[in-house]
Structure formats: C-alpha cells, structure tokens
C-alpha cells in the first residue's frame, strides 16, 4: 500500500531564507509526482509535475526533484517571501490514475 | 484559477441528513476525480469518473456515490451523513482519464456536519 510522508510538519523561515520541503513515498510505482500549494480553507494549486522519467522541474523560485528509487522528492523554494505562506502537499499518481496525498507541510515565512 | 468550479462553497448539514455536491469540469475534460480533505490532513481519494462511468474508487463506504453528466460535469452525494464526513471536498477535472493527465482542482465545498 502507498504511503506519502512529507517532513517537517510545519516549518517557521524568516524572509528571504532558502529552503527545503520532503516527501517520501514507499512504492516507487508511481506515473508522477505533483506538488500543491494550499491556501488556509482554499483549494489546491499545483505548482510542478514530474513524470516519472524525470529528476526535476523547475518554475520560477521553484524547484523539484524526484529520486523514484529511493522514494523520495524534494520541493527547494529559493529566496522565500511571505507569500509564500501557505501549506504545501505533495502527492504521487497511481495505478488507477488517483492521487495519494502526504499530509502536507505548514510553511510560514516571517517578514 | 483553474476553470474548475464547485458549488455551494459552504454547506451545513444535520447527522442523517443527505447532501449533493456539484463540480463543473474545465472546459474539454472528460474525467472527474473526488476527494475529502478532514482537516489537517491531505486529501483523500473517493472515485473518478470517466466519460460518465466510475473507474475508480478509494475506500470510502456505498454511501458516498456520484454521477457525471454528458457535458462532463459531476454530483458527489453522501447519504445518512456522520459527524466525520464534516471535511473540504474537492474536485479535480483531467482530459483523457490516463494515469499522467494533470489534475486541475476546484475551490471546495466545506461541509460541516453537526
């Protein structure tokens, strides 16, 4: 059975600060793997796909890797804002077409 | 904004109650995919429709069942409501119902259920 763990849980940065969100999945079965953006009671914003065949994605200050062997992604958010704020999910596609969700990551960047 | 639109945006319902939710896919999708979100935690898959048939269910109990319509829109029902299916419930709309389509979220309806 998947399982999709992203670590920490909740993840205070000051402004301006680099930074590093996990996220682990046990079954390296996977078609992609996606990360969203999640605003306080709003629906989700995918930020970036990567195929399975791919290593990394990148958009803007954003920027994905995935590591299928070892389960295992990272999303690097450079130079972060307070906009940034916001609770971040990662999820991977399987057989089935349904997405598996981590419980995400709580971030909050200090002005 | 993602074209993917959801109604009502809130709702409250009694235990034992019965409730409909509506998604309208992004214009030229074909496949619709439901999940619950309980508070602080991730979404959880419920089913996915493709052109009009469900292929594909998470483990969620008979009383959660759905429909989609020709124009590819989409109704989520929960019959005899419980307290823990208070949650955000969202839909995703894809083109072609493979397992590499991007799914595009809509905005969620909250239910609250007391």
């Known amino acids: 059975k998947q399982e999709v763990t992203q670590i920490p849980a909740a993840l205070s940065v000051p402004e301006g600060e680099n930074l590093v969100l996990n996220c682990s999945f046990t079954d390296s079965a996977i078609y992609n793997l996606q990360w969203f953006r999640q605003d306080p009671g709003k629906g989700l914003t995918s930020l970036l796909l990567?195929?399975?065949?791919?290593r990394e994605q990148t958009s803007g200050r954003l920027n994905a890797s995935l590591d299928k062997s070892s389960g295992r992604s990272t999303l690097y958010i450079a130079a972060s804002q307070p906009g940034d704020s916001a609770t971040y999910l990662c999820?991977?596609?399987?057989?089935?077409?349904?997405?598996?969700f981590g419980q995400g990551t709580e971030l909050s960047v200090k002005p | 904004e993602t074209g993917v639109t959801q109604s009502p945006t809130h709702l409250i319902k009694t235990r034992g109650q019965q409730v409909t939710l509506r998604c309208s896919s992004q214009s030229g999708h074909n496949t619709v995919s439901w999940y619950q979100q309980a508070l602080g935690q991730g979404p959880q898959f419920i089913f996915q429709y493709y052109r009009e048939e469900e292929n594909g269910r998470g483990n969620f109990p008979p009383r959660f069942s759905g429909l989609q319509f020709p124009n590819y829109s989409s109704e989520l029902n929960v019959n005899a409501l419980e307290l823990d299916d208070s949650a955000l419930y969202l839909c995703?709309?894809?083109?072609?119902?493979?397992?590499?389509?991007?799914?595009?979220f809509g905005p969620g309806t909250r239910l609250t259920v007391l």
């Open positions: 995703a709309s894809s083109f072609g119902g493979s397992s590499t389509d991007t799914q595009y």
């Open positions: 990567i195929q399975s065949s791919q």
């Open positions: 999820a991977v596609r399987h057989v089935g077409g349904k997405l598996i």
